[in-house]
Antibody, heavy 116, light 110 residues
Framework: QVQLVESGGGVVQPGRSLRLSCAASGFTFGSYGMHWVRQAPDKGLEWVAVISYDAINKYYVDSMKGRFTISRDNSKNTLYLQMNSLRPDDTAVYYC?????????WGQGTLVTVSS | QSALTQPASVSGSPGQSITISCTGTSSDVGGYKYVSWYQQYPGKAPKVMIYDVSFRPSGVSNRFSGSKSGNTASLTISGLQAEDEAEYYCASYTSSSTRVFGSGTKVTVL
């Protein structure tokens, strides 16, 4: 069965960096576009970024462009999100999601808390 | 990239039908057949209920249906059940090849 497992979250000070990972299994990872979606505490879903199956195309929400970088290693079946210059309003649960029939599979999420 | 507009809350009695709207622009909802809907319970990851405007994934109840007219997409839940009480989000592909979510709708079963 399809499984997505995020890791790398935690508490980080403002201005610092963090890299999230999403380990995929149960499907041919290298054949699918993958996304990051985040959800601040008691707020709605916010789309963050997408990377094509071959890592050639990457798109970001405007507010995170230049600070966040999405990447993938198809040999390791892993998706990444490098987050730099973190701000308190980046505090959220970060989900990775596969896109096929909509976002048809999601991880359980990893919590990132940006606080001094 | 503003969030798509959804009503904050919708309620209905068991057995009734409710409809949640999702309004965007011609650059997202109105321009593509890539609107999807998600159900989310507190503390859980979202689950896709409708994709490509009106298609239901395998395993999703046929009480859920989707449609679109112009820049507004809609999710209808018929035969409302207690288990349908959750937050619902729409999402759309955009002309910038990005995606955008709706603001979310809390469904309450009275």
């Amino acid at each position: 069965q399809v499984q997505l497992v995020e890791s790398g979250g935690g508490v980080v000070q403002p201005g610092r960096s963090l890299r999230l990972s999403c380990a995929a299994s149960g499907f041919t990872f290298g054949s699918y576009g993958m996304h990051w979606v985040r959800q601040a505490p008691d707020k709605g879903l916010e789309w963050v970024a997408v990377i094509s199956y071959d890592a050639i195309n990457k798109y970001y929400v405007d507010s995170m462009k230049g600070r966040f970088t999405i990447s993938r290693d198809n040999s390791k079946n892993t998706l990444y999100l490098q987050m730099n210059s973190l701000r308190p309003d980046d505090t959220a649960v970060y989900y990775c999601a596969r896109e096929l029939e909509g976002f048809d599979n999601w991880g359980q999420g990893t919590l990132v808390t940006v606080s001094s | 990239q503003s969030a798509l507009t959804q009503p904050a809350s919708v309620s209905g009695s068991p057995g009734q039908s409710i409809t949640i709207s999702c309004t965007g622009t011609s650059s997202d909802v109105g321009g593509y057949k890539y609107v999807s809907w998600y159900q989310q319970y507190p503390g859980k990851a979202p689950k896709v209920m409708i994709y490509d405007v009106s298609f239901r994934p395998s395993g999703v109840s046929n009480r859920f249906s989707g449609s679109k007219s112009g820049n507004t997409a809609s999710l209808t839940i018929s035969g409302l059940q207690a288990e349908d009480e959750a937050e619902y989000y729409c999402a759309s592909y955009t002309s910038s090849s990005t995606r955008v979510f709706g603001s979310g709708t809390k469904v309450t079963v009275l």
